[in-house]
C-alpha cells in the first residue's frame, strides 16, 4: 500500500512559480512510475507530468511543455513538480499519482495511488 500526501499549492501571479511535492509511504516507492494530473473546475481530470521509476524518463502534456519539471528523489520518497511561468489557465487542483509499474504512462487508468489534491490558483 502506498500513501500519498500533496504539498506546495498557493495563489500565485501570472508568469511565478511555484513546486508542488509529494510525499509517499511505502518501501516500494523507487519501484513506481509516479505522474501528476490536475483537474480545474468544471472540466475533467487531465495529465500532466509523469516520471519512470529512476528519473530518467519524463513525459508532459503539451501544455505544460517547457515550463513544469517533474523530478523524484528516492532517497525522500518524494516526487516533485517545478512549475514556471504560471498562466491562469494553470489554475486546478493538482493529484500525485503512482502505479505499479517503472514505467512512466501518461494514461490515467494506469495509476492505483492517489493523493488528495493540492489548489494551485494563478491570478492574471
Known amino acids: 500500500q502506498v500513501q500519498l500526501v500533496e504539498s506546495g499549492g498557493g495563489l500565485v501571479q501570472a508568469g511565478g512559480s511555484l513546486r508542488l511535492s509529494c510525499a509517499a509511504s511505502?518501501?516500494?516507492?523507487?519501484?513506481?512510475?509516479m505522474g501528476w494530473f490536475r483537474q480545474a473546475p468544471g472540466k475533467e481530470r487531465e495529465f500532466v507530468a509523469t516520471i519512470n521509476w529512476n528519473g530518467g524518463i519524463a513525459y508532459y502534456a503539451d501544455s505544460v511543455k517547457g515550463r513544469f519539471t517533474i523530478s523524484r528523489d528516492n532517497a525522500k520518497n518524494t516526487v516533485y513538480l517545478q512549475m514556471n511561468t504560471l498562466k491562469p489557465e494553470d489554475t486546478a487542483v493538482y493529484y500525485c499519482?503512482?502505479?505499479?509499474?517503472?514505467?512512466?504512462?501518461?494514461?490515467?487508468?494506469?495509476?492505483?495511488?492517489w493523493g488528495q489534491g493540492t489548489q494551485v490558483t494563478v491570478s492574471s
Open positions: 511505502g518501501r516500494t516507492f523507487s519501484n513506481y512510475a
Open positions: 499519482t503512482g502505479r505499479t509499474a517503472s514505467r512512466a504512462t501518461s494514461l490515467e487508468a494506469e495509476y492505483r495511488y
